[in-house]
């Protein structure tokens, strides 16, 4: 299993950027889904970017494209979302994720149902 723990949220004016951070801890090392996901308030759970290890390849969701960013530091185990002109819609609680052990490119790596662990979330306010 894998332990995530999200920083870096907080409040921020309309146009303005953050950079969340979510600490992971692997027992087992190998090629595996790491992703972001947010939730505001009254809706479901949505994707926001992936990240698979296995080709070093990252996937955004076409509502933060262009304005988003997700990259990892291996050495250090973290994964890093960067947020930039952000919008009001865009203020949500953000989750950090990862999948069980993957051999291959995933086909749908922003699907939920590939993930397994997830953190706690850190609150974005966007006004």
């Known amino acids: 299993h894998v332990q995530l723990v999200e920083s870096g949220g907080g409040s921020v004016q309309a146009g303005g950027s953050l950079r969340l951070s979510c600490e992971i801890s692997?027992?087992?090392?190998?090629?595996?889904?790491m992703g972001w996901f947010r939730q505001a308030p009254g809706k479901e759970r949505a994707a926001v970017a992936a990240?698979?290890?296995?080709?070093?390849?990252?996937y955004v969701a076409d509502s933060v494209k262009g304005r988003f960013a997700i990259s990892e530091d291996n050495a250090k185990n973290i994964l890093y979302l960067q947020m930039n002109s952000l919008q009001p819609e865009d203020t949500a609680i953000y989750y950090c994720?990862?999948?069980?052990?993957?051999?291959?490119?995933?086909?749908?790596?922003?699907?939920?149902?590939?993930?397994?662990?997830w953190g706690q979330g850190t609150q974005v306010t966007v006004s």
């Open positions: 990240h698979y290890t296995g080709t070093a390849t990252t």
């Open positions: 692997l027992y087992i090392y190998s090629s595996y889904c």
């Open positions: 994720a990862a999948s069980a052990p993957y051999l291959g490119s995933p086909s749908t790596p922003l699907s939920a149902s590939l993930y397994y662990d």
